[in-house]
Antibody
Framework: QVQLQESGPGLVKPSQTLSLTCTVS??????????WSWIRQPAGKGLEWIGR???????NYKPSLKSRVTISLDTPKNQFSLNLNSVTAADTAVYYC????????????WGQGTLVTVAS | FMLTQPHSVSESPGKTVTISCTRS????????VQWYQQRPGSSPTTLIY?????PSGVPDRFSGSIDSSSNSASLTISGLKTEDEADYYC?????????FGGGTKLTVL
């Protein structure tokens, strides 16, 4: 079955870049029709969609984060990545990667999530 | 657009509860609505997809619907169990965005 696993630093300093990778198994990120997405959740708060990338490499980002976010595919490694620059404490959250169905736009598979804390 | 949910609801075991999700602009019927359950410390899981479809393994106590007149979607849970206590999120999309509702905390007491 499809599994996703986030990895990356758990602590990032303010003003630096948060970088996370999602490793996918049980499916090829280059086969469609799927999007691959990042979502975050600050402690005690709701889910916030960050952005998505299609199998073709086209991307969409949440408008309020667009200036700071890049999502990319690494097809040979079957991974996709998130870069969020100029981070502040407000970016502290559990970050999830997920697969989105290309027909109904359901988040049908999720990673377990990884906590990223922004602090000096 | 935004999806607005009540912050919290509570009901007794065995009863029925309905959680609403109102779309601020655009038709609720024009894009599928999904519902997710999230228990503390866990990733969300799908309860309802495509407005009213249940994945295999989800009990039929959970049902989804949409109402175009109020531009909203609803998740109804009947025969409440203490294990249903969790956070519930609606989700939909448009051409370039995915949107989650703010989440509803369900207390079963």
């Amino acid at each position: 079955q499809v599994q996703l696993q986030e990895s990356g630093p758990g602590l990032v300093k303010p003003s630096q870049t948060l970088s996370l990778t999602c490793t996918v198994s049980g499916d090829s990120i280059s086969s469609g029709p799927y999007y691959w997405s990042w979502i975050r959740q600050p402690a005690g708060k709701g889910l916030e969609w960050i952005g998505r990338i299609y199998t073709s490499g086209s991307t969409n980002y949440k408008p309020s984060l667009k200036s700071r976010v890049t999502i990319s595919l690494d097809t040979p490694k079957n991974q996709f990545s998130l870069n969020l620059n100029s981070v502040t404490a407000a970016d502290t959250a559990v970050y999830y990667c997920a697969r989105i169905g290309g027909y109904n736009y359901e988040f049908d598979h999720w990673g377990q999530g990884t906590l990223v804390t922004v602090a000096s | 657009f935004m999806l607005t949910q009540p912050h919290s609801v509570s009901e007794s075991p065995g009863k029925t509860v309905t959680i609403s999700c109102t779309r601020s602009s655009g038709s609720i019927a024009s894009n599928y609505v999904q519902w997710y359950q999230q228990r503390p410390g866990s990733s969300p899981t799908t309860l309802i997809y495509e407005h009213n479809q249940r994945p295999s393994g989800v009990p039929d106590r959970f049902s989804g619907s949409i109402d175009s007149s109020s531009n909203s979607a609803s998740l109804t849970i009947s025969g409440l169990k203490t294990e249903d206590e969790a956070d519930y999120y609606c989700q939909s999309y448009d051409d370039s965005n995915q949107v989650f509702g703010g989440g509803t905390k369900l207390t079963v007491l």
